[in-house]
């Protein structure tokens, strides 16, 4: 996959922060409405983040979404990572496909290089540190 950040993974992240804010289970419905989506297309974010055990998902009435993880201990990037699969850090910049080992592009020194920037900027960046003042 190619990096990058989608609706999902925004979602995924803003709804990270809003479970780390409150501290407790929170309906589906509310969480949504806090974050401004639905019930549906929040699923489809959090579900990634039930699989990879940082909230738990409890079905009914009286369930909802908690946070069960530290948020010290997830990274941007584990997100991303989480909800979009693997980044691909031999992915072209030009073309959908691998970079090819021989003749590579212009811009793929200076790509991987920032690429490289890029991924551990959000690796050091952690759940945390977002609902932390600059």
Same mark, same amino acid.
């Given at each position: ?5 989608? #609706? ?5 992240? #803003? ?11 929170? #309906? ?16 489809? /974010?959090?579900?990634? &983040?039930?699989? /990879? ?13 908690? +946070? ?7 990274? +941007?990037?584990?997100?991303?990572? /989480? ?10 910049? &030009? ?11 212009? +811009?793929?020194?200076?790509?991987? #290089? ?15 540190? +977002?609902?932390?003042?600059?």
């Amino acid at each position: 996959m190619r990096l990058e950040i989608t #609706r999902r993974s925004d979602l995924a992240t #803003r709804a990270l922060l809003e479970l780390a804010r409150v501290g407790e289970r929170t #309906r589906s419905s509310e969480l949504a409405d806090r974050i401004g989506t639905t019930s549906g297309f929040l699923s489809q /974010a959090l579900t990634p &983040l039930v699989s /990879a055990g940082w909230i738990t998902s409890v079905p009914g009435r009286s369930g909802g979404y908690e +946070l069960i993880a530290d948020p010290t201990r997830i990274n +941007l990037l584990d997100i991303i990572e /989480a909800v979009e699969g693997p980044t691909d850090r031999g992915h072209c910049v &030009l073309e959908d496909r691998p970079c090819a080992r021989s003749g590579q592009c212009v +811009l793929h020194q200076p790509w991987s #290089r920032a690429r490289t920037q890029l991924t551990a900027e959000l690796a050091g960046t952690t759940l945390a540190s +977002l609902g932390e003042p600059a």
